[in-house]
């Protein structure tokens, strides 16, 4: 098992009394955004980690952030307090442009045309039977243009196929991900017809993803560690969606000691799972369809458990953030200069050199090497 190196890190922390967990990362071109526990938003500079702005508006928890497809300048973002804002990120200003009725939002997730704007929501039990409705904005109309009632319970996760604008997957504690086509909203009597597959996980859903060359294929993590491959699209009558079912992947991971599995990647035509251990060490591990290798040791980044990961494939970069207040930053390419780490973590920013397995990751030989910076 090969090892990776931190290049940057830098600790999103507003005081020693006042510390705040990093949930949320987004990145486009030399742009870092990062939403933390505390409702603030912190734009950095992705390669040097210094602060570009802060973006502070918000009443309520941020649960998603995202790029605009079309201005770069521009970042739109979720809360819990019922409002996705968009951002001039340079000049720090905020607008509201949507308002989510009634309902609390738990995830945020925009198309990559910049066109639609997903939210799922909390669940709320009524008479009948339990609500936790999908609200679908399209750019410049108010109104939500459909409000999908499929799920029993919170909805957690929403993500767009990057290769479909127009598709997203729902993932729900109710254990079911739905896929659902925007484009069918116009012809069918329903909008809940507009849901193309019901795959269920068969345990309470966390998260769920598109990935494959052409988006074929969805990835889910359920809350009790089990990882499940589907096809996304429907099968013929005799064919079922299910790929591949990994009831413990934490015990498939030999030569590591995985205590959490954090969130799956897709880079150069292969699946990689990122898990975690108590002290802070993480493992990158590519996915086959009936086994899980650990393949690259990520090393005293972290000191605690880490919550999200953002993959940077045009730089190369896998970055980090969690817990321990840190946001981390691994990479292929040499750091330009040494800065500084943070007074509470540990000095690993020594330069490295090594090489890629060849075959975990298509594309040739790659280096990785390391650099520190503070929040």
Not at 61 to 74: H, I, N, R, T
Not at 134 to 158: L, Q, T, W, Y
Not at 218 to 235: F, I, N, Q
Request: with cysteine; hydrophobic share 40%; net charge negative.
């Amino acid at each position: 098992m090969e090892h990776m190196f931190k290049v940057n890190q830098t600790a999103f922390q507003l005081s020693a009394k006042a510390p705040s967990y990093v949930l949320f990362m987004e990145v486009k071109n030399d742009l870092l955004a990062v939403g933390a526990s505390n409702n603030d938003i912190k734009v950095y500079n992705a390669d040097s980690f210094r602060m570009v702005n802060k973006l502070e508006g918000h009443k309520g928890f941020v649960v998603g952030l995202k790029f605009d497809a079309v201005d770069d300048s521009c970042l739109w973002s979720c809360s819990k307090d019922r409002t996705i804002m968009s951002w001039d990120v340079q000049h720090g200003l905020g607008d509201v442009a949507f308002r989510i009725p009634k309902y609390t939002p738990l995830c945020f997730d925009m198309s990559v045309d910049g066109k639609y704007f997903v939210v799922g929501c909390a669940c709320i039990s009524g008479e009948d039977e339990a609500e936790a409705p999908v609200f679908v904005f399209e750019r410049g109309v108010v109104d939500p243009i459909a409000v999908i009632e499929a799920h029993s319970d919170d909805v957690v996760r929403i993500s767009f196929n990057e290769k479909i604008p127009h598709q997203f997957a729902t993932a729900s504690m109710d254990g079911a991900a739905n896929i659902v086509d925007i484009s069918l909203f116009e012809t069918v009597e329903e909008v809940d017809d507009a849901i193309t597959l019901t795959l269920m996980a068969d345990s309470s859903l966390e998260k769920v993803g598109f990935f494959g060359n052409s988006g074929e294929f969805l990835y889910g993590l359920t809350h009790d560690e089990r990882l499940v491959l589907w096809h996304s699209a429907p099968r013929g009558d005799d064919e079922d969606e299910l790929l591949s079912t990994f009831d413990d992947p934490r015990g498939m991971i030999q030569g590591f000691e995985a205590s959490y599995l954090i969130d799956v990647l897709f880079y150069d035509g292969r699946l990689f799972l990122l898990a975690g251990d108590d002290d802070g060490n993480l493992c990158l591990c590519h996915v086959n369809m009936a086994s899980i290798e650990a393949v690259y040791l990520l090393p005293e980044g972290h000191c605690n458990r880490v919550r999200c990961i953002f993959w940077n494939a045009a730089k190369d970069v896998l970055i980090t953030g969690g817990d321990d207040t840190s946001i981390c930053s691994w990479s292929s390419t040499p750091p330009q200069k040494t800065i500084s780490p943070s007074k509470n973590k540990r000095n690993s920013d020594a330069d490295h050199e090594i090489d890629f397995e060849k075959g975990s990751i298509e594309g040739g030989e790659k280096k990785a090497h390391t650099k520190t910076h503070t929040y």
